[in-house]
Structures are given as C-alpha cells and as structure tokens.
C-alpha cells in the first residue's frame, strides 16, 4: 500500500499541477497522440470536456489517497466503462508513462526521484484497480 510520505509527495506535487492544470491536459493528449496516434480514435474530436474529466478524475484519486478502500469502486467501474470505450490493457502502460512524462515536463526540477517513485505506485495501484474492473466486466458481458 501506499505510505503517508508517498501521498504527501503525490498530493503536494499535484497541488503544483492544478494551477497549470489546462496546460497540463493539453501537454498530457499531445503526448499521448504523439506516442499512440492509433489510440487518437477512441477520443472525441473536441477534447475540451476529456481534458476536464481526466483533471477531475486525477484530483478525485488524490484526494482520496488515505482512503483506498473507498475509492476503489469508483476506479473499477472507471475500468469498466473504458472496456466500452475500446481500452486495452497494453493502453494502461502507455497512459501511465504519458503521465510520469507529463508530471516531469510541467514540474520540472519539482519532479525528483521520490516523487517520481510515489506516483509510479499511485498509478500502478489504479491501473492495477481499473484493469479488474475492467476485467471483471468483460466476465459480466461474455456470461450475458
């Protein structure tokens, strides 16, 4: 699990990002696109509300930090509604460092090896969380 100091580093390096958090998003589907332009298709051609809800969604999960077990419904079912989307688990490894890439660019020299690390295992937990919700709606469709 995640340790108190982790979610300091994660919390504090995020309270960085949300006054840059529209240059953030833009920074964020650039690079996406720019290392999975095949992924480009599952996105509405109009970003604006995406780059919203991923804002949203990555200030949701931080803030919920200290209470995992709380938050891991709403990541599941997160997971689930990206199955309908078109996600695969070969888009988790690719989004998780878009967001390290991303982190480090709007950072900078912010963005040390600590925090670098606490975010890793953030994300790993909620890829981790996504993936069985996921997975686990895949099971629901195919019982159908």
Same mark, same amino acid.
């Given at each position: ?60 999960? =931080?803030? /919920?930090?200290?209470? &995992?077990? *709380?938050?891991?419904? #709403? @990541?599941?079912?997160?997971? !689930? ?43 790993? =937990?909620? /890829?981790?969380?996504? &993936?069985? *919700?996921?997975?686990? #709606? @895949?099971?629901?469709?195919? !019982?159908?």
């Amino acid at each position: 699990m995640l340790t108190a100091h982790e979610i300091a580093l994660v919390r504090l390096s995020f309270s960085r990002v949300v006054p840059i958090k529209t240059a953030f998003a833009d920074l964020f589907y650039d690079r996406l696109f720019e290392v999975a332009p095949t992924v480009r298709v599952l996105f509405p051609p109009d970003l604006h509300e995406q780059k919203r809800k991923l804002m949203t969604m990555v200030a949701t999960a =931080v803030g /919920a930090l200290n209470d &995992l077990p *709380g938050l891991i419904p #709403a @990541v599941k079912d997160l997971g !689930a509604r990206h199955v309908t989307y078109g996600a695969t688990a070969a888009h988790y490894d690719v989004v998780g460092a878009v967001l390290l890439w991303t982190l480090e660019h709007a950072l900078k020299a912010e963005f040390t090896p600590d925090i670098r690390a606490a975010w890793t295992k953030v994300y790993d =937990v909620l /890829a981790a969380t996504m &993936l069985a *919700g996921a997975a686990e #709606a @895949v099971q629901l469709q195919a !019982a159908e």
